[in-house]
């Protein structure tokens, strides 16, 4: 299965700010996905981030506080815009299964906290 | 919109005993997938079911899949302290024409006392 470099782990930002998650895979991918997961939450689907195109966003996620990047087939970045402390979330990246696995496999996750 | 409820939502157990969760999806799934979060870490696939009444087992774990491809179940026999997180199941069908999209139940959060 691919192996997903996520950074920043974790940060701690001021209101009104904002933050950029960066994903790198170590091969080449279709599709990512963005996730958020509160504290003791479920996992919520903010986008679906294709190569060359824009990424398409799920119901309650609008571009403008969410934009995605998608350069490249490995890459991939989610920014939080004018960030608030209902902003505060573990931001997850996540490819699907290649040809010898269904699965998910999720980057580390970005743990943010807006103060 | 599509919803995939989990019940229970915690569960505590003395290590040896058994565990189930289950998965209720409102629409027909076309699979169903089965994940592992330690506590602050990410989520980990343990399998996925595609075929209606399907039972898959990995060691101590049975995973079943509703004939009507609505509900699936997660057991797990004789716990271990290393079972401790929160399991996840999460429904693969066509949102809205995106086949590639997975739904996240609630999760169980499953505790083991040794």
């Known amino acids: 299965s691919a192996v997903i470099s996520q950074k920043p782990s974790r940060d701690i930002c001021q209101r009104g700010t904002s933050l950029t998650i960066q994903c790198q895979v170590d091969?080449?991918?279709?599709?990512m996905f963005w996730y958020r997961q509160q504290p003791g939450q479920s996992l919520t689907l903010i986008a679906t981030?294709?190569?060359?195109?824009?990424?398409?966003?799920e119901s309650g996620f609008v571009i403008d506080k969410f934009p995605i990047s998608r350069p490249n087939l490995t890459f991939s970045t989610l920014t939080v815009s004018n960030m608030s402390p209902e902003d505060s979330s573990i931001y997850l990246c996540?490819?699907?299964?290649?040809?010898?696995?269904?699965?998910?496999?999720f980057g580390s996750g970005t743990r943010l906290t807006v103060v | 919109g599509q919803q995939v409820m989990q019940i229970p939502q915690y569960q505590h157990v003395q290590e040896g005993e058994d565990f189930t969760t289950y998965c209720n999806s409102s629409?027909?799934?076309?699979?169903i997938q089965w994940y592992k979060q330690r506590p602050g870490g990410h989520p980990v696939f343990l399998i996925q079911?595609?075929?209606?009444?399907e039972v898959k087992k990995q060691k101590r774990l049975t995973f079943q899949f509703g004939e009507a491809k609505k509900n699936s179940s997660l057991h797990i026999t004789a716990t271990q302290t290393t079972d401790v997180g929160t399991y996840f199941c999460?429904?693969?069908?066509?949102?809205?024409?995106?086949?590639?999209?997975?739904?996240f139940g609630t999760g169980t959060l499953l505790a083991v006392q040794p």
């Open positions: 996540s490819v699907a299964g290649g040809l010898h696995s269904y699965g998910y496999t």
């Open positions: 091969s080449q991918v279709t599709m």
């Open positions: 981030a294709n190569q060359g195109s824009e990424a398409t966003y």
């Open positions: 629409t027909t799934l076309s699979n």
């Open positions: 079911l595609v075929k209606s009444g």
């Open positions: 999460a429904g693969g069908g066509n949102y809205g024409g995106a086949t590639n999209k997975l739904i």
